[in-house]
């Protein structure tokens, strides 16, 4: 602070109150920028880019000032790298900044740790940011975001990627569309991810399965949402997908499973959020005319949906929604 007044009495502009300098002093010095940065801060660009550096060892020299960063620094920096990208604008400017390989090749590192903060810095940055989602998808980020989701043995990391991959395709058809564009012998490759992390029903896995049944009910609901720009509403047929896709059949099994156990078992068992998302998701369906038939074809969906009710008849169905079930009946 005291460099800062020297500096600054210096350089004052001439004027009948300032100071005369002595004709003998030294010419002004430049003050050092690491005093400024101290003062009033780095520029939000600078400091993201400081996060990445440590993030990917970019800032370490050998023997020098900066160290090869520890695993901890690296996962404060992601977590203030995420707090940036919070700001829209600041989100914007990872793709003029070249940040987006850097951040997306992270969703390969061998620390979990790591490609879970890679996802989620992904995910908070493409939520509700077309030009985010622009760059996301130029940089091919999707991709990776589901390998992390069908194959990562980390489940905290397919929980952001879950995470990203909504914050992705949702009010975005450009997402939605190269999200279910992506098809395979078992059909489109996204739905048979999230069908796969359904079909999990081990205690681990409980946020994975409640997030992709509310991911669904979401993207069907938006799908036929009229207050929606018609850019931002995704391919009508959606629900006729996710009716033909399997997930009424992953409702049923987990339900079968967890009936058929004589004791409770807690590794493996239904709580109550997860039946009022299966049955509002089913609902939902049976409201429909193009995916009525096809739900009302399943034949153990009755005796699952009766079993949900019974069980956990606090749900907070809606009497609509209670009507629809109706016709399984």
């Known amino acids: 602070m005291e460099e800062l007044l020297k500096w600054s009495i210096m350089n004052m502009t001439k004027n009948e109150d300032a100071p005369a300098r002595p004709a003998n002093s030294e010419p002004p010095k430049k003050l050092d920028p690491k005093i400024i940065d101290h003062i009033i801060g780095k520029p939000v660009s600078q400091q993201m880019k400081e996060c990445m550096d440590i ?10 000032e900066n160290p090869q960063p520890t695993l901890k620094d690296k996962e404060i920096a992601f977590d203030d790298l995420e707090m940036f990208v919070e700001n829209i604008d600041n989100a914007s400017n990872l793709e003029p900044l070249e940040l987006w390989p850097r951040i997306i090749k992270q969703l390969v590192s061998p620390e979990p740790s790591l490609r879970s903060a890679a996802a989620w810095v992904c995910g908070t940055a493409v939520q509700h940011n077309p030009n985010a989602q622009k760059a996301f998808k130029k940089h091919h980020g999707l991709k990776p975001i589901l390998n992390v989701l069908e194959n990562d043995s980390n489940t905290e990391a397919k929980s952001k990627a879950m995470y990203c991959l909504s914050s992705y395709v949702r009010t975005n058809p450009d997402g939605f569309n190269e999200f279910i564009g992506d098809k395979n012998e078992e059909g489109a490759r996204g739905l048979v991810i999230l069908k796969k992390n359904l079909s999990n029903f081990t205690r681990k896995y409980r946020s994975l399965r409640i997030k992709t049944l509310f991911l669904l009910q979401a993207l069907i609901e938006e799908s036929e ?8 509403r995704i391919r009508p047929d959606f629900a006729e997908l996710v009716a033909k896709a399997g997930f009424m059949d992953c409702i049923c099994q987990f339900v079968n499973t967890v009936s058929a156990s004589d004791e409770p078992n807690s590794e493996i068992e239904i709580d109550p959020d997860y039946a009022e998302k299966a049955l509002r998701l089913v609902a939902l369906l049976c ?6 038939s096809i739900v009302t074809s399943v034949n153990e969906l009755p005796k699952a ?5 019974k069980q956990f008849p606090e749900t ?3 009497d609509d929604e209670e009507k629809a079930l109706e016709i399984l009946f």
Request: no cysteine; charged share 45%; aromatic share 4%.
């Open 305 to 309: 949906v009766e079993y949900l009710e």
């Open 55 to 64: 993030i990917d060892g970019t800032n370490s020299t050998e023997g020098g």
């Open 225 to 232: 949402d009229e207050a929606l720009k018609p850019e931002e």
């Open 316 to 318: 907070d169905l809606s």
């Open 287 to 292: 409201t429909r005319e193009d995916t009525k």
